[in-house]
């Protein structure tokens, strides 16, 4: 049975700062590389940053077309992706020794990046399973208050699912729909959002059902 997508991985494209590019100015491996995008955006997310490679001919390109149709194109990692601000950056641009000062050691690539610029995490992508586990487990290890933001909104959406349920109970179906339609559009997604799925195509119907009356 073909996997239910919900969520893919929206990417901002984007090069490095000027700064970084002549510079490569990074503080040492071991206290993070500090990584400036030119499109950077101040959130409230971590940054998760996907060093490519455009030129399908090198290796790293194919490589890269791998890892997008391997690794990116699952539910679940998409899901994680959903809690970072994504930017792709193509190393191809980017100048081997300011790579290597970013602590970037082959392509394709990923960093987990704070709100000050530091690369607190990296990994070579390998399989979905791999890929969502790192991108969890780097949220719960650097950014512990988010965390636990995600874990209270996580409830809050389950609430919002027992509302829907009981709006149902009483044929209220617009209700339903409202309910569930704030659970599939929030960035936390869980199996909360599997079962908000299912009971908002029953109430869309029998909303529909009950218009023809």
């Not at 002549?22 to 990584?35: D, L, Y």
């Not at 940053?49 to 077309?65: A, Q």
Request: hydrophobic share 35%.
């Amino acid at each position: 049975m073909p996997e239910v997508r919900d969520t893919h991985v929206t990417w901002t494209d984007s090069g490095l700062s000027e700064a970084t590019t002549e510079s490569g100015e990074a503080v040492s491996v071991t206290k993070g590389n500090t990584v400036e995008l030119e499109r950077w955006q101040d959130a409230k997310k971590p940054a998760l940053v996907y060093w490519t490679w455009s030129d399908e001919e090198d290796k790293r390109g194919k490589d890269t077309k791998k890892t997008d149709r391997n690794t990116w194109d699952n539910e679940q990692v998409a899901r994680a992706a959903r809690l970072y601000t994504c930017y792709r950056v193509d190393a191809k641009d980017v100048p081997a020794s300011t790579l290597a000062k970013l602590g970037v050691s082959q392509v394709p690539f990923v960093q987990v990046v704070s709100n000050d610029r530091l690369a607190v995490a990296s990994t070579v992508p390998g399989s979905s399973n791999a890929m969502e586990g790192f991108l969890r487990t780097n949220l719960q290890r650097h950014f512990a208050e988010y965390w636990r933001a995600v874990l209270a909104r996580a409830q809050e959406l389950a609430k919002k699912l027992d509302e829907a349920k009981a709006a149902m109970k009483k044929k209220d179906f617009d209700g339903a729909v409202s309910a569930c339609g704030e659970i599939m559009n929030d960035d936390v997604r869980t199996e909360t959002l599997d079962k908000a799925r299912d009971l908002l195509a029953q109430a869309r119907a029998k909303a529909a059902k009950e218009a023809k009356k």
